[in-house]
T-cell receptor
Framework: GNSVTQMEGPVTLSEEAFLTINCTYT??????LFWYVQYPGEGLQLLLK?????DKGSNKGFEATYRKETTSFHLEKGSVQVSDSAVYFC??????????????FGQGTELSVKP | ETGVTQTPRHLVMGMTNKKSLKCEQH?????MYWYKQSAKKPLELMFV???????ENNSVPSRFSPECPNSSHLFLHLHTLQPEDSALYLC?????????????FGQGTRLTVV
């Protein structure tokens, strides 16, 4: 079945460091791919998405490119801030026939940024 | 404010209790979801409702009973739960096709079963 695998956390970085969180997926067909972020005490928020191969999603300085050949969707940011501390979830959409679809999530990667 | 409101935010219940979680969205979405978030595990999809019809039941035990009276409200009725059911329960909604439309999540209900 479809699945998503993320690098294990926690990831601890200093402010202004470069961030990479790895995500790989297994899927039949052509899913859309997402990164969601969960700040402490909050629900999940969509960070960025890509709907087809070679698409690049970007938002708030974060980027991820849909790589079909390596089945990956790694999240990157050039310079992290303390306010980026959160849990990051990679996800793919799996269609439900005639009913929209559902999201399959990875296990989440906790990021802690120190001043 | 995400547009999806869950109540209560925190709930402690005994194994013999009956309680309900409530989710409300006024975003005009037609699909609603229940997810379970446990420590160190991926989010688990429990139920999907599309236009008030249940379209997915992800092998969830019968002690969890969903109800969707209209496209704006979703409930999760709980009875005779086990301590391992303690988790954060998240509700989400979307326009429908998750390939094209964003899912909006509530802040969750932190459930503790004692």
């Amino acid at each position: 079945g479809n699945s998503v695998t993320q690098m294990e956390g926690p990831v601890t970085l200093s402010e202004e460091a470069f961030l990479t969180i790895n995500c790989t997926y297994t899927a039949t067909g052509y899913p859309s791919l997402f990164w969601y972020v969960q700040y402490p005490g909050e629900g999940l928020q969509l960070l960025l998405k890509a709907t087809k191969a070679d698409d690049k999603g970007s938002n708030k300085g974060f980027e991820a490119t849909y790589r079909k050949e390596t089945t990956s969707f790694h999240l990157e940011k050039g310079s992290v801030q303390v306010s980026d501390s959160a849990v990051y979830f990679c996800a793919l959409s799996q269609p439900i026939y005639n009913q929209g679809g559902k999201l399959i999530f990875g296990q989440g990667t906790e990021l802690s940024v120190k001043p | 404010e995400t547009g999806v409101t869950q109540t209560p935010r925190h709930l402690v219940m005994g194994m013999t209790n009956k309680k309900s979680l409530k989710c409300e969205q006024h975003l005009g979405h037609n699909a609603m979801y229940w997810y379970k978030q446990s420590a160190k595990k991926p989010l688990e999809l429990m139920f999907v409702y599309n236009f008030k019809e249940q379209t997915e039941n992800n092998s969830v035990p019968s002690r969890f009973s969903p109800e969707c009276p209209n496209s704006s409200h979703l409930f999760l009725h709980l009875h005779t739960l086990q301590p391992e059911d303690s988790a954060l329960y998240l509700c989400a909604s979307s326009q429908g096709d998750l390939g094209r439309y964003e899912a909006f999540f509530g802040q969750g209900t932190r459930l503790t079963v004692v």
